[in-house]
């Protein structure tokens, strides 16, 4: 069979390209299953749009039967078109990913979907093609009813009457050293961006892969949409790990590492046995970072001496709220002021760079709560303070909340991007133009110190990208009006 798997190219404003693990992995799982003939297409580096990669590949007699594409919220209406035009040229429609799992419903009502999987999909999409190929309908668009996918868990999927079925849920895997590693040799490695947004441009010949050590997470915190991954914390032991960080560093000849893992150092022991052996097999030579936040309350001094030792450059911490009521009564982040601050003096003290995450315009937040989170992150000074606006996603606490209490701004899925700089929801006092105003201010005021662009003037990165670095500042210090008319 041939197949296609996609992510959407992103309208979402993102400056950043990295390599879509998820694809990866279900590459992977089609590869050790005996399915060569798998291409993927990552939007976001991509110079041909689907239509055209499908419509070539009809013209040379080699088209593909089956189209899987990724989604999460902000990317379903793309995936959606995309779907349309693999199925207007006869192929297959699969999709699945973040938001998928949380509404499947919704795809299975359109026509140009076939297929939802819901959950973890490497299993899931290997099941599927055997059903596809032994269907004894099998060459007609009408194997996708057949009643064997009745047994495959975590499907959505139409009966023979154009039922929509919804399968049970999936359970979540438990056994993740036995999961085949990404096929990274299927990514054009050469056209993603750094991992490290400090060294951005500067190595032209960056091979930046990522890496998944564990998945899930047993936290709560109310904006955290974890529909893949979930609430139980699965480790890969480090053997298996470093098996994989092998590879990327001889056989991929990585030159930069990102860990994406929703916690990668909740069992701060297992955290520091990967770091002993990363040194020990000799594998800290390729500098890596953290890109989901680190979580502060499960780190301590050595964690971060022992990660410089293996290669770390820079951690990223999820800090959120300057105010103790907002992160611990509001966000449920169920870490405190302190030990926000002991991991950046700690991260700082083993000589890593850092990266803090801010959120503004929470439920009972005030001018005053957001006044105290541009001070925290002043105070902390990480090397990069990355500022958002609150994003209630389906299936949050968050958007109960905003269903239940609030006004939603966000008409069409493409407006929940968190790194939008606009208010997606009104709660009680709380006024959009408020959050606009003070996450633009929080940008002015952190990045528009005079040692703050002293530096950024030093850096090469500034006068090498200096097109894109003129776009981000427009972004960040003007108001939305007038950027529309001056970016597009
Ligand atoms: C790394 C990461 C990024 C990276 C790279 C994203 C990428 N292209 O993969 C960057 C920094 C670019 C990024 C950007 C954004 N991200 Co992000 N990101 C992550 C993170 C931390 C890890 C992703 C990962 O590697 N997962 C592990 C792999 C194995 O899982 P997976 O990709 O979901 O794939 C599995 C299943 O979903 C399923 N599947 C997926 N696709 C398909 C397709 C088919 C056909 C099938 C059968 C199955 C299937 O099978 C896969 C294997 O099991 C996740 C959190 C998380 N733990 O998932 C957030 C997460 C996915 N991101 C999120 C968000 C909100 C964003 C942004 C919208 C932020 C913004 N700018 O506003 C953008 C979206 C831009 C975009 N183009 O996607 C949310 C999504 C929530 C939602 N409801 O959609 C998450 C869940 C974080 C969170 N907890 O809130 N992100
Ligand atoms: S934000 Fe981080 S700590 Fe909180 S629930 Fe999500 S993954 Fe866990």
Redesign the pocket.
């Given at each position: 069979m041939r197949i296609l798997?996609v992510?959407?190219d992103?309208q979402?404003?993102?400056s950043?390209?990295?390599?879509?693990?998820?694809?990866g992995?279900?590459a992977g799982s089609l590869l050790a299953n005996g399915y060569t003939d798998v291409t993927l297409h990552?939007g976001?580096v991509e110079d041909e749009s689907v239509a055209a990669v499908l419509d070539r590949a009809r013209a040379e007699n080699r088209a593909y039967q089956v189209v899987?594409?990724?989604?999460?919220?902000?990317?379903i209406e793309r995936a959606w078109s995309i779907a349309r035009d693999a199925r207007a040229r006869g192929a297959i429609t699969?999709?699945?990913?973040?938001?998928?799992?949380?509404q499947p419903d919704e795809s299975m009502q359109k026509p140009e979907v076939d297929l939802v999987?819901r959950?973890?999909?490497?299993d899931?999409?290997i099941e599927?093609l055997r059903v596809l190929e032994t269907s004894a309908i099998s060459g007609q668009r009408s194997a996708v009813n057949d009643a064997r996918l009745a047994n495959i868990l975590g499907l959505s999927w139409r009966d023979a009457n154009g039922q929509v079925r919804h399968n049970p849920d999936r359970p979540l895997r438990s056994d993740l050293d036995n999961i085949p590693l990404p096929a990274y040799q299927l990514f054009k490695i050469e056209r993603y961006t750094n991992l490290n947004p400090l060294t951005d441009g500067l190595d032209p010949h960056a091979r930046a892969y990522?890496i998944?050590t564990s998945?899930g997470c047993p936290y709560k915190c109310i904006?955290?949409?974890?529909?893949?991954?979930g609430d139980t914390w699965r480790g890969r032991s480090v053997a298996n790990v470093i098996q994989e960080w092998r590879m990327l560093v001889k056989d991929f000849r990585a030159t930069e590492i990102g860990i994406?893992?929703?916690i990668w150092n909740l069992d701060l022991k297992r955290a520091k046995e990967l770091c002993r052996a990363i040194i020990d097999e000799g594998l800290n030579t390729v500098p890596w970072v953290t890109?989901?936040g680190m979580k502060v309350n499960h780190t301590d001094l050595e964690l971060f001496q022992l990660m410089k030792r293996a290669g770390c450059k820079r951690v990223g911490f999820g800090v959120e709220s300057g105010d103790e009521y907002i992160l611990k009564r509001v966000i449920k982040k169920s870490q405190t002021l302190d030990q926000v601050r002991a991991a950046f003096r700690n991260a700082k003290a083993a000589g890593l760079q850092t990266m803090g995450f801010f959120i503004y315009g929470m439920p009972g937040e005030t001018e005053a709560t957001m006044e105290k989170t541009t001070r925290l992150a002043l105070e902390l000074d990480p090397d990069l303070a990355n500022f958002m606006i609150a994003?209630p996603?389906?299936?949050t606490e968050l958007w109960k909340l905003v269903e239940k209490e609030g006004i939603l701004f966000s008409h069409t899925w493409d407006d929940?991007?968190?790194?939008?700089d606009r208010a997606h929801f009104q709660i009680g006092d709380l006024t959009a133009e408020l959050v606009e105003r003070k996450w633009h201010e929080a940008y002015r005021r952190f990045y528009f110190r005079p040692q703050r662009l002293a530096r950024r003037l030093l850096m090469r990165d500034t006068w090498q990208n200096a097109p894109q670095r003129a776009r981000d500042a427009m972004r960040f210090f003007l108001g939305a009006k007038a950027r529309a008319g001056s970016l597009t």
């Amino acid at each position: 069979m041939r197949i296609l798997l996609v992510s959407p190219d992103s309208q979402v404003w993102n400056s950043r390209a990295h390599i879509h693990n998820g694809l990866g992995y279900l590459a992977g799982s089609l590869l050790a299953n005996g399915y060569t003939d798998v291409t993927l297409h990552d939007g976001a580096v991509e110079d041909e749009s689907v239509a055209a990669v499908l419509d070539r590949a009809r013209a040379e007699n080699r088209a593909y039967q089956v189209v899987g594409i990724s989604a999460p919220t902000v990317l379903i209406e793309r995936a959606w078109s995309i779907a349309r035009d693999a199925r207007a040229r006869g192929a297959i429609t699969i999709l699945g990913g973040p938001h998928l799992t949380l509404q499947p419903d919704e795809s299975m009502q359109k026509p140009e979907v076939d297929l939802v999987v819901r959950g973890e999909g490497e299993d899931a999409l290997i099941e599927i093609l055997r059903v596809l190929e032994t269907s004894a309908i099998s060459g007609q668009r009408s194997a996708v009813n057949d009643a064997r996918l009745a047994n495959i868990l975590g499907l959505s999927w139409r009966d023979a009457n154009g039922q929509v079925r919804h399968n049970p849920d999936r359970p979540l895997r438990s056994d993740l050293d036995n999961i085949p590693l990404p096929a990274y040799q299927l990514f054009k490695i050469e056209r993603y961006t750094n991992l490290n947004p400090l060294t951005d441009g500067l190595d032209p010949h960056a091979r930046a892969y990522t890496i998944v050590t564990s998945r899930g997470c047993p936290y709560k915190c109310i904006y955290c949409s974890k529909p893949i991954t979930g609430d139980t914390w699965r480790g890969r032991s480090v053997a298996n790990v470093i098996q994989e960080w092998r590879m990327l560093v001889k056989d991929f000849r990585a030159t930069e590492i990102g860990i994406t893992d929703d916690i990668w150092n909740l069992d701060l022991k297992r955290a520091k046995e990967l770091c002993r052996a990363i040194i020990d097999e000799g594998l800290n030579t390729v500098p890596w970072v953290t890109i989901h936040g680190m979580k502060v309350n499960h780190t301590d001094l050595e964690l971060f001496q022992l990660m410089k030792r293996a290669g770390c450059k820079r951690v990223g911490f999820g800090v959120e709220s300057g105010d103790e009521y907002i992160l611990k009564r509001v966000i449920k982040k169920s870490q405190t002021l302190d030990q926000v601050r002991a991991a950046f003096r700690n991260a700082k003290a083993a000589g890593l760079q850092t990266m803090g995450f801010f959120i503004y315009g929470m439920p009972g937040e005030t001018e005053a709560t957001m006044e105290k989170t541009t001070r925290l992150a002043l105070e902390l000074d990480p090397d990069l303070a990355n500022f958002m606006i609150a994003a209630p996603f389906p299936g949050t606490e968050l958007w109960k909340l905003v269903e239940k209490e609030g006004i939603l701004f966000s008409h069409t899925w493409d407006d929940y991007a968190i790194h939008s700089d606009r208010a997606h929801f009104q709660i009680g006092d709380l006024t959009a133009e408020l959050v606009e105003r003070k996450w633009h201010e929080a940008y002015r005021r952190f990045y528009f110190r005079p040692q703050r662009l002293a530096r950024r003037l030093l850096m090469r990165d500034t006068w090498q990208n200096a097109p894109q670095r003129a776009r981000d500042a427009m972004r960040f210090f003007l108001g939305a009006k007038a950027r529309a008319g001056s970016l597009t």
